[in-house]
């Protein structure tokens, strides 16, 4: 059972405090034989879930760990997988009649139970480069699992300045609250973004790119050296965590707003 279905159990009648209590006594640190400890009441304590990071991660590791946490969790995100390991980890998801959420060019996986609902939170998400959508994917797929409604255009960089107004005319119309841009070469898409906007902006600068600046670094300098203020950085490829910051801020503002 979920956490809410726990509480609601109680409040109706259906179990007493002491089966409540055992089974919430569940919802701490799940131990997966000798290779990992899962942190299940994540999502619940922060707002921000636990991700299965794949990378050099056996196989059946993974299938392990999918197992456990969707006994007591309706999704669950692994990203990082190779795309031979995806290709299983795919076949595995529909033996367990999941279903799946993979995104364009991204390395990450999506699977659930039940539909996610959406809390009402918002969050615009941008790529400078088609060569950029496997990390703003990335980043979607995160702020899905978190909840959030995602607002997408992808290729819109600065190359071609003008592709960029009609998106942000969506964005501050659909009002979300928080916008994702993802940038490889100079990285100077999310400077333009947080310079005409009163929104929150998160930039993730790419390893897209080549020479001096090759590998993201460029693109990461270029950020983190923005004049224009409310724009806050990420690692370099990490649209894992520029979704949870984003969707933090969306889910909150929602809150807020239901208040």
Same mark, same amino acid.
């Given at each position: 059972?979920?956490?809410?279905?726990?509480?609601?159990?109680?409040?109706?009648?259906?179990?007493?405090?002491?089966?409540?209590?055992?089974?919430?006594?569940?919802?701490?640190? +799940?131990?997966?034989?000798?290779?990992?400890?899962?942190?299940?009441?994540?999502?619940?304590?922060?707002?921000?879930?636990?991700?299965?990071?794949?990378?050099?991660?056996?196989?059946?590791?993974?299938?392990?760990?999918?197992?456990?946490?969707?006994?007591?969790?309706?999704?669950?995100?692994?990203?990082?997988?190779?795309?031979?390991?995806?290709?299983?980890?795919?076949?595995?998801?529909?033996?367990?009649?999941?279903?799946?959420?993979?995104?364009?060019?991204?390395?990450?996986?999506?699977?659930?139970?039940? $539909?996610?609902?959406?809390?009402?939170?918002?969050?615009?998400?941008?790529?400078?480069?088609?060569?950029?959508?496997?990390?703003?994917?990335?980043?979607?797929?995160?702020?899905?699992?978190?909840?959030?409604?995602?607002?997408?255009?992808?290729? !819109?960089?600065?190359?071609?300045?003008?592709?960029?107004?009609? !998106?942000?005319?969506?964005?501050?119309?659909?009002?979300?609250?928080?916008?994702? !841009?993802?940038?490889?070469?100079?990285?100077?898409? $999310?400077?333009?973004?947080?310079?005409?906007?009163?929104?929150?902006?998160?930039?993730?600068?790419?390893?897209?790119?080549?020479?001096?600046?090759?590998?993201?670094?460029?693109?990461?300098?270029?950020?983190? +050296?923005?004049?224009?203020?409310?724009?806050?950085?990420?690692?370099?490829?990490?649209?894992?965590?520029?979704?949870? !910051?984003?969707?933090?801020?969306?889910?909150?503002?929602?809150?807020?707003?239901?208040?």
């Amino acid at each position: 059972m979920e956490l809410d279905e726990i509480l609601d159990s109680v409040k109706a009648g259906k179990i007493s405090s002491a089966k409540a209590r055992k089974l919430l006594s569940l919802y701490s640190i +799940q131990k997966i034989e000798d290779f990992a400890q899962i942190d299940i009441d994540r999502k619940k304590r922060r707002g921000i879930p636990e991700v299965v990071f794949a990378q050099d991660k056996q196989l059946s590791e993974i299938k392990k760990i999918i197992q456990a946490v969707l006994k007591k969790s309706n999704s669950i995100l692994v990203s990082r997988l190779n795309k031979k390991d995806g290709v299983k980890i795919k076949l595995y998801a529909k033996k367990l009649n999941l279903k799946i959420d993979t995104g364009k060019k991204s390395s990450s996986i999506l699977l659930y139970k039940k $539909p996610i609902k959406n809390s009402g939170g918002k969050v615009g998400i941008l790529s400078a480069g088609s060569s950029d959508i496997g990390v703003a994917e990335e980043a979607r797929l995160m702020c899905s699992t978190m909840n959030c409604e995602c607002v997408c255009s992808y290729d !819109v960089g600065v190359a071609g300045m003008h592709r960029l107004f009609p !998106v942000l005319k969506k964005f501050i119309s659909n009002d979300v609250d928080a916008i994702i !841009v993802v940038a490889g070469m100079e990285g100077a898409l $999310p400077t333009l973004v947080s310079s005409l906007v009163d929104i929150p902006v998160i930039g993730v600068p790419t390893s897209i790119g080549y020479g001096y600046g090759e590998k993201g670094i460029g693109a990461l300098a270029a950020m983190l +050296q923005s004049c224009s203020l409310g724009l806050s950085v990420v690692n370099i490829d990490n649209g894992i965590g520029a979704g949870a !910051v984003a969707a933090n801020i969306a889910n909150r503002a929602n809150r807020k707003r239901i208040k």
